[in-house]
């Protein structure tokens, strides 16, 4: 059952999974990549302080993006176990 509307989920889920990652690599790289992908530079200079609100909301970020990434992996191995 690998119908159009099923390719278009599992590349939504793909491209949500991707931007969850890219928000978890802000984390790990820091002030140059929230600046590079647009938070603007009170969050940067906040992270790079070491302040906790910038963690926080990226996290929480990420969580929505893995959420909405979640429907279509599941969507993905139904239909491979049905193959």
């Known amino acids: 059952m690998e119908g159009p509307a ?14 969850a990652l890219t928000h978890l690599a802000c984390l790990v790289v820091g002030a140059p990549l929230f600046r590079l992908l647009g938070a603007g530079e009170q969050m940067a200079q906040l992270h790079a302080t070491g302040h906790w ?28 176990e049905q193959s």
């Open 6 to 19: 099923n390719r278009f989920l599992i590349a939504g889920g793909a491209l949500s999974g991707l931007a």
């Open 53 to 80: 609100s910038p963690t926080v909301i990226t996290l929480a970020i990420t969580a929505v993006l893995a959420i909405w990434a979640a429907p279509a992996y599941f969507v993905r191995f139904r239909c491979l």
